[in-house]
């Protein structure tokens, strides 16, 4: 999708996608990645979901990647936390403790800037893009979260009986992005109650994804 897409959708308040309360596929599985306490969570193309909220309250820190400033500094502000803003190359750096939100294009965030993440939670990345873009995006991720274990959410229904965002993602698109370098467990395949945006049948599936083990 154009940047001007998401800008619009955030400046008119269309944000359907933005959950009332921590994602409970998240609370289920989240353990499954046994993290440690303190532990880095990457959570790219965040918004300003409750789920940061919930995960800070676990004892682990934040990073996010979100290319809405507007959703950003609604989130520290629901946060009820002041950040330091600095720029780091094209994009803006907001930091509060425990938390690092990079605002800009994702494509923009390097490693180095990006820093060491112990696990990454895509609930809201890789559905929202086009078919085009999910390879570049997957690849993208994996190497400057050096294939970090992922816990991911994808919506999966007849994409010719309704457009996204959010898209559908089969299993095996998943597989061609990731399995080269991580090993990759569906954990749960939940129907949508009441169907994708009440009108298609639809599940959600819930990938683990490990990094493999080096030879």
């Known amino acids: 999708m154009e940047a001007s897409f998401w800008h619009q959708r955030w400046e008119r308040n269309e944000i359907?996608?933005?959950?009332?309360?921590?994602?409970?596929?998240?609370?289920k599985h989240l353990p499954s990645l046994s993290l440690a306490p303190q532990s880095?969570?990457?959570?790219?193309?965040?918004?300003?979901?409750?789920?940061?909220h919930w995960l800070l309250n676990q004892g682990l820190r934040v990073a996010g990647a979100e290319l809405s400033e507007l959703a950003v500094t609604q989130l520290f502000a629901e946060l009820k936390l002041t950040p330091e803003i600095t720029q780091r190359g094209q994009l803006r750096h907001y930091?509060?403790?425990?938390?690092?939100?990079?605002?800009?294009d994702i494509f923009d965030l390097t490693a180095d800037i990006l820093g060491p993440v112990d696990a990454i939670y895509d609930r809201a990345a890789l559905v929202a893009?086009?078919?085009p873009l999910r390879e570049k995006y997957a690849a993208h991720l994996t190497a400057i979260?050096?294939?970090?274990?992922?816990?991911?959410?994808?919506?999966?229904?007849?994409?010719?009986?309704?457009?996204?965002?959010?898209?559908?993602v089969e299993d095996a698109e998943v597989k061609q992005h990731y399995q080269s370098q991580y090993t990759l467990e569906l954990l749960e395949c939940p129907e949508v109650s009441g169907g994708?945006?009440?009108r298609v049948p639809a599940q959600e599936h819930v990938w683990r994804l490990?990094?493999?083990t080096p030879i």
């Open 95 to 104: 930091h509060a403790k425990h938390i690092d939100i990079f605002v800009g």
């Open 196 to 198: 994708f945006k009440g």
């Open 145 to 168: 979260s050096h294939a970090a274990p992922q816990l991911l959410i994808c919506y999966v229904y007849e994409q010719s009986q309704l457009s996204g965002p959010p898209f559908s």
């Open 40 to 52: 880095r969570v990457f959570i790219p193309l965040c918004g300003k979901t409750l789920d940061i």
């Open 129 to 131: 893009l086009p078919a």
């Open 16 to 27: 359907g996608f933005h959950e009332a309360s921590a994602n409970a596929l998240l609370v």
């Open 210 to 212: 490990s990094r493999q």
